[in-house]
Nanobody, 115 residues
Framework: QVQLVESGGGLVQAGGSLRLSCTAS????????MGWYRQAPGKQRELVAT???????NYADSVKGRFTISRDNAKNSVYLQMNSLKPEDTAVYYC?????????WGQGTQVTVSS
């Protein structure tokens, strides 16, 4: 079992930056893939970015060049640096971890970008 706790969400003006953090309840060294997803009101949850245990990253086209995902195995944490934020980035952001056949989710953190 892996418990994930997100932090770092908030209200920011368009063009601003936020850094989301996700801390796991156990070592993430053995977690194959960690990532961030988001869900806006009335929309389906969508992938934002993922990072593998080897450090390979993948981004949604809508955030490429603006968001950066990283992980710190020593701190059991994964981060999402979000720059040049846009109102359409407004959503609840969820941390995700895939270990073997199991997927784990955090409770989500709200990001609101005002125009």
């Amino acid at each position: 079992q892996v418990q994930l706790v997100e932090s770092g969400g908030g209200l920011v003006q368009a063009g601003g930056s936020l850094r989301l953090s996700c801390t796991a309840s156990r070592t993430i060294f053995s977690i194959n893939i960690m990532g961030w997803y988001r869900q806006a009101p009335g929309k389906q949850r969508e992938l934002v970015a993922t990072i593998t245990s080897g450090g390979s990253t993948n981004y949604a086209d809508s955030v490429k060049g603006r968001f950066t995902i990283s992980r710190d195995n020593a701190k059991n944490s994964v981060y999402l640096q979000m720059n040049s934020l846009k109102p359409e980035d407004t959503a609840v952001y969820y941390c995700n971890a895939i270990r073997g056949l199991n997927a784990y989710w955090g409770q989500g953190t709200q990001v609101t970008v005002s125009s």
